[in-house]
């Protein structure tokens, strides 16, 4: 049961334009949700994080928005570099689970940026 | 954030031996975990490194296969047993200080003849 879900497993945007990579859920105590980036033999590198709490969250040219009632969640990275080229993983957690970090991934998306 | 180091990098084994990974942390940290990405897949959790106890495994990861240990806050390994070509992936450890953002090390890439 995949719990949490990336539809789209890859996205071509050309450089300067938003990308949107979009992920669903459907486990209701995921209380937070994480996104990050992979390069090729490299780990996961931390992007950005959201509360339930909250329906936005946004760091630098990346917003996360949290839409609880339709159990989903959309990164925005405008304007799009080429360095952001990469996958991206969304994932959850249920930290009102206190000492229960662990971290449940989506599927990935491969976004390439189009120079 | 914390930086984690992993060791090997990479390897190549043959079927029927086991490898140990090691994960190094350069601060102490209340929590360690042990992923498994294979090719073309997701980050799947192996186990939860409890210090000083016995790893929580998830569900269809045993301890004989990957036992674990973690003696103090900055240090775990996974040693994968018995190997065989399904267990070639990219194993990674992660670190995370209480309601903290979880970090990932580099990954040690695993290749079973």
């Known amino acids: 049961d995949q719990q949490v879900k990336q539809n789209s497993p890859s996205l071509s945007v050309q450089e300067g334009r938003i990308s949107i990579l979009n992920c669903d859920y459907t486990?209701?105590?995921?209380?937070?949700f994480l996104w990050y980036k992979k390069y090729p033999a490299e780990g996961p590198t931390f992007l950005i994080s959201i509360s339930s709490i909250k329906d936005k969250n946004e760091d630098g040219r990346f917003t996360v928005f949290l839409n609880k009632s339709a159990k989903h969640l959309s990164l925005h990275i405008v304007p799009s570099q080429p360095g952001d080229s990469a996958v991206y993983f969304c994932a959850a957690s249920v930290r009102r689970d206190f000492g229960n970090e662990k971290l449940t991934f989506g599927t990935g998306t491969r976004l390439t940026i189009i120079p | 954030s914390a930086v984690i180091s992993q060791k090997p990098s990479r390897d190549i084994c043959q079927r029927g031996t086991s490898l140990t990974i090691q994960c190094q942390v350069d601060?102490?940290?209340?929590?360690m975990f042990w992923y498994r990405q294979q090719p073309g897949q997701s980050l799947t959790l192996i186990a939860t490194a409890n210090q000083g106890s016995e790893a929580t495994y998830e569900s269809g990861f045993v301890i004989d296969k990957f036992p674990i240990s973690r003696p103090n806050l900055t240090f775990s390994t996974l040693t994968v047993s018995n190997m065989s070509p399904e267990d070639s992936s990219i194993y990674l450890c992660?670190?995370?200080?209480?309601?903290?953002?979880?970090?990932f090390g580099p990954g040690t890439r695993l290749l079973v003849l």
């Open positions: 486990n209701s105590m995921f209380d937070y």
């Open positions: 992660s670190v995370v200080q209480v309601q903290e953002t979880q970090y």
């Open positions: 601060s102490q940290v209340t929590m």
